[in-house]
């Protein structure tokens, strides 16, 4: 690494939380009940709309599997599911041992999310390491207009922790996340939340399996104490 990293954002979904897994749960529910010839979701298709608003998402999904359905039903109808589900999510592996010990060497850490700030609450009810730690600095969809890969969402966390892009580290688990991280002049760790997301011809700083994997020396963080687990 040429530059200082002084400040750490994070994505949320398939990257501190083991989410995707439920929204694919859910969108798979909406294809089994609503097309007149369901079935399996694939690859090509979550390569389409993960990591993009719930509003591409559900377009992606009503037109690749003919659902009798306006937008804004399916996104209601994909709501109400996902929040019976959200709390059941888990931390991915690796994710809080990185969180809390950036926290804990105070750089300054944030999240930036497609989510609404409302599923946020839902998805963080057994969570509270993350609202201890980046609580403030919690950036969701509600607060941007143009979502990933436009890097609005990363330039506003920047923003929120007072340091220059070119500065900052991000952590991403989808290819739009990864590009909007790029567009927006920043470091980029590639953490692919399943084959669909993982592209070699992304210029990522690293793209490894999982956080597990990280070496925060590689980027000018202090390293792990050697007895941490």
């Given at each position: 690494?040429?530059?200082?990293?002084?400040?750490?954002?994070?994505?949320?979904?398939?990257l501190l939380l083991d989410t995707e897994s439920l929204y694919l749960q859910v969108d798979q529910s909406l294809v089994n009940d609503y097309s007149k010839e369901?079935?399996?979701?694939?690859?090509?298709?979550?390569?389409?709309?993960?990591g993009t608003t719930q509003q591409h998402s559900m377009k992606v999904i009503i037109e690749e599997?003919?659902?009798?359905?306006?937008?804004?039903?399916?996104?209601?109808?994909?709501?109400?599911?996902?929040?019976k589900v959200f709390p059941t999510c888990k931390e991915?592996?690796?994710?809080?041992?990185?969180?809390?010990?950036?926290?804990?060497?105070?750089?300054?850490?944030?999240?930036?999310?497609?989510?609404?700030?409302?599923?946020?609450?839902?998805?963080?009810?057994n969570h509270q390491w993350i609202y201890d730690s980046m609580g403030k600095n919690m950036v969701c969809g509600d607060d941007i207009t143009?979502?990933?890969p436009n890097p609005e969402i990363f330039l506003l966390a920047a923003s929120k922790l007072n340091i220059d892009p070119q500065y900052c580290l991000v952590f991403e688990d989808s290819i739009n996340g990864i590009k909007a991280g790029i567009n927006a002049g920043m470091?980029?760790?590639?953490?692919p939340s399943g084959e669909d997301q993982r592209d070699?011809?992304?210029?990522?700083?690293?793209?490894?399996?999982?956080?597990?994997?990280?070496v925060p020396e590689k980027y000018t963080l202090l390293p792990y104490e050697k007895n941490l687990n």
């Open positions: 690494m040429s530059l200082e990293i002084k400040a750490v954002i994070f994505d949320v979904d398939g369901p079935r399996k979701i694939t690859s090509r298709e979550r390569k389409l709309y993960v599997f003919g659902l009798p359905l306006t937008i804004e039903e399916a996104i209601e109808i994909r709501a109400e599911r996902l929040q991915m592996p690796g994710a809080r041992k990185l969180v809390e010990h950036l926290f804990k060497n105070k750089i300054p850490i944030a999240t930036a999310t497609s989510s609404s700030r409302r599923d946020m609450e839902i998805k963080l009810q143009n979502h990933k470091n980029t760790i590639h953490v070699t011809s992304l210029k990522s700083s690293e793209m490894i399996d999982s956080i597990e994997d990280f």
